[in-house]
T-cell receptor, first 111, second 112 residues
Framework: DAKTTQPTSMDCAEGRAANLPCNHSTISGNEYVYWYRQIHSQGPQYIIHGLKNNETNEMASLIITEDRKSSTLILPHATLRDTAVYYCIVRVVAGGFKTIFGAGTRLFVKA | EAGVTQSPTHLIKTRGQQATLRCSPISGHTSVYWYQQALGLGLQFLLWYDEGEERNRGNFPPRFSGRQFPNYSSELNVNALELEDSALYLC???????????FGEGSWLTVV
């Protein structure tokens, strides 16, 4: 599975959009981009995933560049409860989920 | 619908002992994954079970083992516990090997 690079930490004002970038320049054509978040030592929570096209669900939007070498997770209206570590990972669909999660981005949402 | 459930929530063991952690996947899910997360560190892949078989394991010694039962629940066994085994052990499940995985809340193992 391809490696990802994320900023160590980011701040966001409550009510504003949080845009979390992820670089995955070595991604293969059959690898999906997945986002999870982990709130203070709880189990990671699935957010969203995509292959090529932009995706949106009730939690967030995922924007993947045309060359698929980077992506951005967007939390449209961040709240204090969105403060967490956000993990961007890429994985081959059929290969199980043995990917190692990196350090992620620690997002601080401030009032 | 119940999520992934893990037990026990907390476990304290003495160095050299054995620990057993249990996981019940989401109903209908056949794949189970185990991860270790030491305090302040990222998730490290441990084991993957699919349809009762071990499909892959991470870079961990053989004293980390497990199994998946016919009802797809799973247990993780850690033998000859060492202090550095103290961590949050996370179980996750997916509908099949190709699908999104969902995590439980984890089991905290403390080795003293």
């Amino acid at each position: 599975d391809a490696k990802t690079t994320q900023p160590t930490s980011m701040d966001c004002a409550e009510g504003r959009a949080a845009n979390l970038p992820c670089n995955h320049s070595t991604i293969s054509g059959n690898e999906y981009v997945y986002w999870y978040r982990q709130i203070h030592s709880q189990g990671p929570q699935y957010i969203i995933h995509g292959l090529k096209n932009n995706e949106t669900n009730e939690m967030a939007s995922l924007i993947i560049t045309e060359d698929r070498k980077s992506s951005t997770l967007i939390l449209p209206h961040a709240t204090l409860r969105d403060t967490a570590v956000y993990y961007c990972i890429v994985r081959v669909v059929a290969g199980g989920f043995k990917t190692i999660f990196g350090a992620g981005t620690r997002l601080f949402v401030k009032a | 619908e119940a999520g992934v459930t893990q037990s026990p929530t907390h476990l304290i063991k003495t160095r050299g002992q054995q620990a057993t952690l249990r996981c019940s996947p989401i109903s209908g899910h056949t794949s189970v994954y185990w991860y270790q997360q030491a305090l302040g560190l990222g998730l490290q892949f441990l084991l993957w079970y699919d349809e009762g078989e071990e499909r892959n394991r991470g870079n961990f010694p053989p004293r980390f083992s497990g199994r998946q039962f016919p009802n797809y629940s799973s247990e993780l066994n850690v033998n000859a516990l060492e202090l550095e085994d103290s961590a949050l052990y996370l179980c996750a499940s997916s509908l099949a090997r190709a699908y999104t995985i969902y995590f439980g809340e984890g089991s905290w193992l403390t080795v003293v």
